[in-house]
């Protein structure tokens, strides 16, 4: 996303036996069809975050430029996993599902793209069954069949070769013996030799999982179902020049310069309605200082800024006290919370109200100006999950927003009935290379000592933070840890997908744990077991809030902002606006005036 995405596949790997054995099986998402919403041509200071400014379906000669201050992990739809790729490559691809072109909370819904429909799952959950549409071509006129979308499902079985790309279908997938080792270490044995997925014919693949897995739509909706025609494949060479099936093809790609794409002419609006062709060319530049891209932003040289990360500091003054400026600009949430986990297994946080205690002493206007404030940082958050999630219900069981300086006469009363009426020590870890954390760190510290919580803080480099100290609940243990900081935001945007690597007990793990709270709550992991067996759509998102509730009620955790990121909106585009899911513009849709 504005990052890559968080999900940690070590913990995904250690937890997955447990994990799935868990899961049940639905069909997530309804429908398809093109943007639907609000719109509007007046611009305005957030105008884009929930209608389409400068709507338009005009074809243009002109160029969209994306300026990249680094480069793409890879351009390879099944190998990369930066937020902004997944969703610039919706430009050139058609995976099986995608999200809803659309602002608000309409562009979180999972809808057909290459399928016809979502999937039909079996009773027992086993087995998912897609149907694709008949008439999608590649780039070079050829048809795509459901070969083409197996072929690039096996490829993600080749973690030596594609190690960047998430590893759901290895992990979910039945496993066959000998083990599937993708289709090139025996390419004429094993090309299309992965019998948990089955092509009866060219227009229907069928999944057979391990295990029931509710959410299995979301996962077939990132970029590593797009097709891939064998016989064009180049393997490590293949991100030079994807086989297009999307509104755009490559034209050239100087490996970590520049990327132009330019219109596929096989495509058809009809086949891909959440995508459109209204350019003749799409520039993206990388490697270019972040300043640089502000500036050029600012100045009309630069279309959209392709990390969706937001402008830095010079530039978000600059915006933010120049009113023809602001009016061009949109302060969308993340789909980030940053937060500080509350140790449930360390004496004297096992006790819930001394993790209250906690919950309610903790200034929050302290914890969002460590991020750079409101707008800079975000909103203060008073619940687990953040706005943008299916399900997300609004409460604030801590008084975060009505007393964000934070209430001590209730932090005083939770420390007497934890039995320690002069407050406790205990440790907080943070990532010491990240100034807002190490920031954040030192405000809860200053906020927790003026009810007697006396902190000593620990901080450690990201690199190592998951795998050696925070994430390893011995070192917690043995260092008196009971604060870690951390941040969350899931591959999809389902309560499932929010909460289970942080919550769950089935996803604690010796190293590289990512439930740093080590909750292991019944009430928590049996709601997160209905969730995932629950077929019906709206009562299964009904458990977000549920599970939201009870995490906050086990003071698991300390939810301290709902992140932000201030975009610049180019007044040259039309069909803006952000797509929730990703938390930026949505790129698939974008044209010129």
């Known amino acids: 996303m504005r990052r890559r995405r968080t999900i940690v596949l070590s913990a995904l790997a250690a937890a997955a036996a447990l994990t799935l054995a868990a899961c049940g099986g639905s069909s997530s998402g309804s429908g398809g069809g093109s943007s639907s919403g609000s719109s509007s041509s007046a611009a305005g200071f957030n105008a884009a975050v929930d209608t389409v400014v400068n709507p338009s379906a005009t074809k243009t000669s002109g160029t969209i430029n994306f300026g990249n201050s680094s480069t793409p992990d890879s351009t390879d739809p099944g190998n990369t996993y930066y937020a902004y790729m997944w969703n610039f490559v919706r430009l050139y691809t058609m995976p099986l599902m995608t999200y809803k072109s659309c602002p608000g909370a309409c562009g979180l819904q999972v809808v057909p793209d290459l399928a016809t429909g979502p999937g039909l799952v079996s009773d027992n959950g086993l087995t998912w069954t897609y149907h694709i549409q008949p008439d999608v071509k590649f780039e070079d006129g050829t048809t795509v069949t459901s070969q083409d979308v197996k072929y690039a499902v096996e490829r993600t079985f080749d973690r030596g070769l594609y190690p960047l790309g998430p590893a759901y279908f290895p992990l979910l997938l039945a496993p066959q013996t000998p083990a599937y080792p993708g289709p090139y270490k025996d390419r004429s044995k094993n090309l299309m030799g992965l019998k948990a997925v089955q092509t009866p014919n060219a227009t229907t693949i069928v999944f057979h999982l391990a295990h029931p897995f509710a959410d299995f739509n979301y996962v077939v909706a990132i970029p590593q179902t797009a097709p891939v025609p064998p016989n064009k ?105 940053w937060f500080a986990a509350l140790n449930t297994t360390l004496a004297p946080l096992n006790n819930v109200h001394c993790r209250m205690a906690i919950e309610y002493a903790a200034s929050k206007t302290g914890y969002v100006d460590s991020y750079g404030g409101p707008v800079a940082g975000g909103a203060i958050a008073t619940t687990v999950t953040p706005p943008n999630v299916v399900g997300h219900k609004a409460f604030d069981l801590y008084d975060a927003a009505s007393m964000p300086g934070g209430n001590l006469s209730a932090a005083k009363e939770q420390l007497k009935l934890c039995g320690q009426p002069n407050g406790f020590t205990t440790g907080i870890t943070y990532r010491s290379d990240r100034p807002k954390e190490v920031a954040a760190a030192q405000s809860l510290q200053a906020s927790l000592a003026r009810v007697g919580i006396k902190t000593s803080l620990h901080g450690f480099p990201t690199g190592t933070y998951d795998s050696n100290f925070a994430g390893v609940p011995k070192y917690e243990a043995q260092h008196d840890i009971g604060i870690s900081f951390y941040g969350w935001a899931a591959d999809w945007p389902d309560g499932w997908g929010f909460f289970f690597y942080i919550v769950d007990g089935k996803a604690i793990s010796p190293a590289g744990n990512t439930n740093l709270a080590q909750l292991n709550d019944p009430k928590v992991n049996d709601l997160l077991n209905k969730m995932a067996l629950t077929n019906n759509d709206a009562t299964r998102n009904a458990y977000t809030s549920q599970i939201d509730m009870q995490v906050m009620k086990d003071a698991a955790i300390l939810p301290g902002v709902w992140a932000k990121s201030l975009l610049y909106r180019s007044p040259a585009l039309t069909n803006v606006y952000v797509q929730p899911y990703y938390g930026m513009y949505n790129y698939a849709v974008l044209g010129l005036k």
């Open 233 to 337: 494949d180049t393997g490590a060479n293949y991100q030079l020049h994807p086989m297009s099936t999307g509104p755009y093809k490559f034209q050239s790609y100087q490996l970590n310069k520049q990327l132009v794409l330019v219109p596929n002419t096989y495509w058809k609006a009809s086949t891909d309605p959440n995508a459109k062709q209204l350019v003749s060319k799409i520039v993206m530049t990388m490697n270019m200082n972040a300043n640089d891209i502000d500036n050029r932003l600012l100045a009309g040289d630069l279309n959209v800024d392709a990390a969706g990360t937001g402008v830095q500091a010079a530039a978000r003054a600059k915006i933010l006290s120049t009113p023809s400026l602001k009016a061009s600009s949109d302060d969308p949430l993340a789909g980030f919370t």
